[in-house]
């Protein structure tokens, strides 16, 4: 999103050049899930009124996250005033500031049983259900949170803001941006 300067609403990049094709994230980036289920469903006729059943279901998940995405292009310091720049004479100097949280590795699990017993009757010429159970269910989900390593101010030419070495001073080309991550 860019906003044009003295706008009050930021508007796609993309309304203003920036071309629909660009991947402004790293190749490093990732997205990994695994989901390991198994369901058991077991069912008895008690009596030709009666019907007793059991579901189970067990389930573990995994996921590593790491994104970079490009979340800021404003008129402010803190982006070496890039919408400034992007609504300029030199549009393809425009450098957007990395946002987004660091990696992380979630490991979940859960299990969930439900019991029921439905007694379908006739009394006093009537037709009736019943149907009552019992639900019990557990989650867990482990999270680590990985700290990005980043390279010195020597290594790497931070760009935005006040150049100190920090993933916020990460500057992107919003018209050419480099797939390779900073140097660690």
């Known amino acids: 999103m860019a906003q044009r300067p003295g706008q009050l609403i930021a508007e796609p990049a ?3 050049g920036v071309p629909r094709n660009t991947f402004l994230g790293y190749n490093t980036d990732r997205d990994r899930n695994d989901a390991d289920i198994v369901t058991m469903k077991l069912a ?6 009666l019907t007793l059943s059991n579901d189970t279901r067990v389930a ?3 996921r590593y996250f790491q994104y970079t995405t490009i979340d800021r292009c404003d008129s402010t310091v803190a982006t070496n005033f890039c ?5 300029g004479s030199n549009p393809a100097a425009a450098l957007g500031g990395i946002g987004g949280g660091g990696p992380y590795q979630q490991n979940s699990w859960g299990a969930q049983d439900v019991a029921t017993a439905k007694a379908d009757t006739t009394i006093g010429g009537f037709h009736n259900v019943a149907i009552v159970g019992f639900d019990a269910s557990y989650q867990r989900a482990d999270r680590t949170i990985y700290a990005y390593t980043l390279p010195t101010t020597a290594q790497f030419a931070y760009s935005l803001n006040d150049h100190s070495q920090s993933r916020a001073n990460i500057g992107r080309s919003l018209f050419n941006p480099d797939p390779n991550p900073p140097p660690t």
């Open 44 to 49: 008895h006729q008690a009596t030709p009124w």
């Open 60 to 62: 573990a998940y995994s």
């Open 14 to 16: 993309t309304q203003y």
């Open 83 to 87: 919408s400034n720049v992007l609504f």
